[in-house]
Nanobody
Framework: QVQLVESGGGLVQPGGSLRLSCAASVGLFRPYAMAWYRQAPGKQRELVARISSNGSTNYADSVKGRFTISRDKTKNTVYLQMNSLQPEDTTVYFC????????WGQGTQVTVSS
């Protein structure tokens, strides 16, 4: 059973920072690219950031220069450092493989508001 557990979300003011974490089951984590996704109500799911098994990264244009994805293979964990957060970043964030597996975690809510 694939398991993905996201954490680290919260309420932050515009311009603030958060660091999201995603703990993934070993069999899922090591061979695959991992990614962070977000989906606002009524909108399509968006791939925000991706990191390959060899560490190369890609970002959506909307977060490029503000967000940084990383992974710790020893902890089977992938991170998303989010800086300069804006209200439009408010939504639930999920991690999964890229392309995504059928198993999604509960996500972590990020709210950017003054």
């Amino acid at each position: 059973q694939v398991q993905l557990v996201e954490s680290g979300g919260g309420l932050v003011q515009p311009g603030g920072s958060l660091r999201l974490s995603c703990a993934a089951s070993v069999g899922l984590f090591r061979p695959y690219a991992m990614a962070w996704y977000r989906q606002a109500p009524g909108k399509q799911r968006e791939l925000v950031a991706r990191i390959s098994s060899n560490g190369s990264t890609n970002y959506a244009d909307s977060v490029k220069g503000r967000f940084t994805i990383s992974r710790d293979k020893t902890k089977n964990t992938v991170y998303l450092q989010m800086n300069s957060l804006q209200p439009e970043d408010t939504t639930v964030y999920f991690c999964n493989t890229d392309p995504p597996s059928a198993s999604w975690g509960q996500g972590t809510q990020v709210t950017v508001s003054s």
